[in-house]
């Protein structure tokens, strides 16, 4: 198939990325699929030909380093990353311990920073390549109870736009999705970690939010399946989107934000337009 792809893709062995990965493989692209378990990989993918199952902790450069080299080996190429691993550390920033913040940032932030510096010789000698980073409506607009998420999200999205100016004149494109409540294992016991309660302030507010949480768990209204085959769409686009928001609930998170932004922009227009020298 002429427009054969390379698909390299983080967080494989459960779920959004074994959905990514399925989706890839069913448009007859070539895969790899990477999570911490390698063989959690082959059980949820199966084996085929355009398969590559590798071990990859995104926290770990050496891991990342590696499983480039494999992907390399393998396919001759990488045509299109998917920094899809992530973690959720819920709770309030006073009760999420420093060791928390730091594995969330670990994770969600500086997890795909690493697997992107290991790609982008390849996509360079190349000249070509997509980077799609799997963000969230937490990248457009934090929320209670979302510091440590939020702020590793907003942290992506800072990289991302900035990338893109550095690497679009090698051919290399980067898309970032901003994806509302889908049906994943994001909100499972394996993939939440709570801050322990230690702020008395906090009780009342506490319970209903975690309540509020731990309900959402397989309630989302987003398919991950179609989800997947939107990111097969978009990927193909010339050029694709710098930004594609996921599912009705993202777009009106995204629309709020559009409207408060220009809201604080006109409600101080005359005081932040009086502020050069005279």
Do not use: C
Request: aromatic share 8%; hydrophobic share 45%; glycine share 8%.
């Amino acid at each position: 198939m002429s427009n054969k792809k390379v698909w390299f893709i983080t967080g494989a062995s459960r779920g959004m990325g074994v959905d990514f990965a399925r989706a890839a493989l069913a448009a007859g692209h070539a895969v790899v699929a990477s999570g911490r378990d390698s063989d959690r990989v082959t059980k949820a993918l199966g084996r085929s030909n355009d398969l590559l199952a590798v071990k990859l902790d995104v926290t770990r450069r050496a891991d990342a380093e590696a499983a480039v080299r494999a992907a390399v080996d393998r396919f001759g190429r990488i045509d299109v990353l998917v920094n899809n691993a992530a973690s959720f550390y819920a709770g309030y920033f006073e009760e999420l311990t420093p060791e928390q913040m730091e594995r969330q940032l670990a994770t969600s932030l500086i997890g795909p920073m690493n697997v992107t510096r290991a790609v982008l010789p390849m996509m360079r000698k190349q000249r070509s390549g997509h980077i799609i980073s799997i963000s969230s409506t937490a990248g457009l607009s934090g929320f209670e109870f979302g510091t440590a998420y939020a702020a590793s999200k907003f942290g992506l999205e800072g990289w991302m736009e900035s990338l893109h100016a550095e690497v679009a004149p090698f051919g290399i494109t980067t898309t970032i999705v901003n994806p509302g409540f889908f049906r994943t294992e994001l909100l499972t016991e394996q993939s939440t970690n709570y801050a322990e309660p230690s702020v008395k302030d906090y009780d009342e507010r506490r319970a209903p939010l975690l309540e509020f949480w731990k309900a959402q768990n397989g309630k989302q209204s987003g398919d991950p399946a179609k989800l997947a085959r939107a990111l097969i769409t978009i990927a193909s686009q010339e050029p694709p989107p710098r930004r594609f928001i996921a599912g009705a609930d993202a777009i009106a998170t995204a629309e709020q934000r559009v409207a408060e932004l220009k809201a604080q922009l006109e409600a101080f227009r005359a005081l932040s337009t009086s502020l050069a020298f005279d």
